[in-house]
């Protein structure tokens, strides 16, 4: 049944020197499905999706990609899948059209094919007037949108999707959830790769969350969420010195740990607004002025703080990737 | 907007050498748009040659006798051959930097992440950077025209020579083809991965003749490939040699050049194959 799936991997380990960065990663992607890869940098994220799109072999473990194992058949596994990395890897020299003609014709399909197809997805790219344009003159969001369309010209069942809105403004990044949910409605099956939690909750159905090289929870967005609990209540108050004591006085109130992020206090509890109420007393009762408070439903953040008890990690800058010679720094 | 109305594509069938070379001419095509495309780096990548023979013909010339020849511009005649012989050799800066380039943006994970075939980029690669230098040698065979450089044994020779400079260019690309997928990024390219060219191109007797070298150097001269290039021109075009010390390859120089050039391209193109079927962007 693993064949069946469109990515079945069982015990990927894979080991660069002394570093282990992968550590035993099973994951399994049934087809149409989409699902996302989630963790911080360095959590093993790319090195994941290089092995299933055959660009690294894994030192232990098997995978499947399109019932094709990933190391003794990887042309198979080629013509079946396409892959858009993390930078767009794009000619700058060549046009935008020159460059879905070049990649298609290397995945050596009919020039009239070529042709046809890379009208309709310059269209749908919304890069028709743009298409005869060295790629080096188009913004970040437009060459990634090239990239995209690059890797969808041999219309691939399986699309694996390495933070495909790293480094986009927020405008182009609604785009490209567009563009990726009607591929799926299509048909398509999708493995992306995210630190953003929004994104995974936007777009997956199944959310794999890994870190340091493990898959240290797997499930719908909201099993996740029910995995830990309860509605969340985030408190801040006017006086930053006294955050500790406040944390003291709401203990009693919480139905888990409460946890100090930056400026605000963070704590899981049950019971609806009544415990809105209960908090204000508590604090009030020493006199604690709270400057802002609300109840919410988990996010897939509160997921991540608690599986491991640290905050995901989201990159403090952009890479300068998708303007000029942007350079992509070592990852961690 | 969603609905893709072109059907799903048929695959081609074509034995796998076909297809080799079908992918290694899509990538040649491609990196020679990028030379069109970018009309500057083509340019100074001339004039830089150009400059070249200006300096040694005007500012060095003088001061190297060509031991055998007494003609005031014997050395002129004797320097182009070398120039074409350091110029063409500098094909290796280009394959080097570009794959740096494609490697560290990511396009070799694209290209590697295709049902291509996995020594097309290379061959892509470095035919192409071969071919520019034709445009190169057109450009500098006017030049040394104008000072005072000549073919004087035929055109049939002449077209020989320039036959085996783009060979020696084309191993030379393959060379630095395999330097290039070692380079962590293009800078380093553009420096550390070029280092080697210069005792390559200056160790020989491009510029000079090598019977003054001490012992050493003058055996490594001797067996240095573009010595065995430049003699071979030299000759073919009816320039002045010189006086050859009492080597092998340089007895046999068009033998030397044609044996180590097939040598060197299978050494490197296997070395450089199998790095790239390996080479990823981090």
């Known amino acids: 049944m693993s064949r069946d799936s469109a990515v079945h991997a069982e015990g990927l380990v894979k080991h660069f020197g002394d570093v282990k960065a992968l550590d035993g990663i099973d994951l399994t992607v049934e087809r149409g499905q989409v699902v996302g890869l989630l963790g911080p940098n360095g959590a093993g994220k790319t090195t994941t999706v290089r092995i299933l799109s055959t660009l690294l072999k894994p030192t232990a473990g098997v995978a499947y990609v399109a019932g094709h194992d990933v190391v003794k058949q990887p042309d198979d596994v080629r013509h079946a899948i396409g892959l858009t990395g993390q930078y767009a890897a794009v000619d700058e020299y060549l046009t935008g059209r020159e460059n879905l003609r070049m990649f298609g014709e290397l995945y050596h399909l009919s020039p009239k094919y070529v042709k046809e197809r890379s009208v309709e997805l310059l269209d749908w790219f919304d890069l028709t007037d743009a298409a005869d344009r060295p790629a080096r003159t188009y913004s970040g969001g437009m060459r990634r949108r090239l990239d995209l369309a690059a890797s969808l010209i041999a219309k691939p069942s399986i699309l694996f999707l390495d933070e495909p809105t790293t480094g986009l403004d927020p405008r182009s990044r609604l785009g490209m959830w567009g563009v990726i949910q009607s591929l799926v409605d299509e048909g398509t099956t999708v493995l992306l790769t995210t630190q953003y939690l929004e994104e995974a909750d936007q777009l997956a159905q199944d959310i794999v969350v890994i870190d340091h090289g493990h898959v240290i929870a797997h499930g719908t967005a909201d099993v996740l969420k029910d995995q830990i609990g309860g509605d969340r209540i985030e408190i801040a108050v006017t006086d930053v010195s006294r955050l500790a004591r406040a944390v003291e006085l709401l203990r009693p109130i919480g139905t888990g740990e409460a946890v100090i992020d930056e400026t605000r206090i963070l704590m899981p509890v049950s019971g609806g607004s009544t415990v809105l109420v209960d908090a204000v007393r508590v604090l009030d009762s020493e006199g604690i002025e709270v400057s802002d408070i609300v109840l919410r439903r988990p996010t897939l953040d509160d997921v991540f703080l608690s599986l491991t008890g640290h905050v995901a990690e989201e990159e403090v800058a952009a890479p300068a990737k998708g303007r000029g010679r942007g350079r992509k720094e070592p990852k961690a | ?282």
């Not at chain 2, 992918?23 to 990028?34: E, K, S, T, W």
């Not at chain 2, 980029?121 to 000549?150: C, E, M, P």
């Not at chain 2, 490594?220 to 050859?244: D, H, M, Y």
Request: proline residues 7%; glycine residues 6%; contains cysteine.
């Open chain 2, 1 to 282: 907007m969603s609905t893709l109305a072109v059907s799903r594509p048929q695959l081609r069938s074509r034995p796998l050498w076909g297809w080799t070379l079908n992918d290694g001419f899509i990538v040649a095509r491609r990196n020679l748009i990028q030379t069109v495309r970018v009309p500057e780096l083509l340019f100074f990548s001339l004039v830089q040659p150009v400059i070249f023979v200006l300096l040694f013909a005007y500012v060095f010339g003088g001061a190297i006798p060509i031991p055998g020849e007494a003609a005031a511009d014997a050395y002129r005649q004797y320097l182009m051959p070398g120039i074409f012989g350091q110029t063409v050799a500098f094909a290796a800066a280009s394959s080097t930097v570009g794959l740096a380039e494609d490697l560290h943006k990511g396009i070799i994970d694209r290209f590697r992440a295709l049902p291509m075939s996995p020594p097309a980029v290379l061959l892509g690669r470095t035919f192409a950077d071969a071919t520019r230098q034709i445009l190169v040698l057109v450009v500098l065979s006017i030049t040394g025209y104008l000072v005072g450089w000549r073919i004087n044994n035929g055109l049939f020779n002449a077209i020989w020579a320039y036959a085996l400079l783009l060979l020696f260019a084309y191993t030379v690309a393959w060379v630095g083809a395999w330097v290039g997928l070692y380079m962590p990024n293009p800078e380093t390219a553009n420096t550390a991965g070029l280092i080697w060219l210069f005792p390559l191109t200056f160790l020989s007797n491009c510029f000079v003749p090598i019977n003054s070298l001490p012992g050493v150097l003058q055996t490594f001269a001797a067996w240095n490939p573009i010595s065995a290039l430049v003699l071979s021109c030299r000759e073919l075009f009816g320039n002045p040699t010189g006086i050859q010390p009492d080597y092998w390859p340089l007895h046999h120089s068009e033998l030397y050049t044609l044996l180590s050039c097939t040598v060197l391209i299978a050494l490197f193109a296997t070395l450089a194959v199998r790095r790239y079927t390996r080479a990823t962007s981090r």
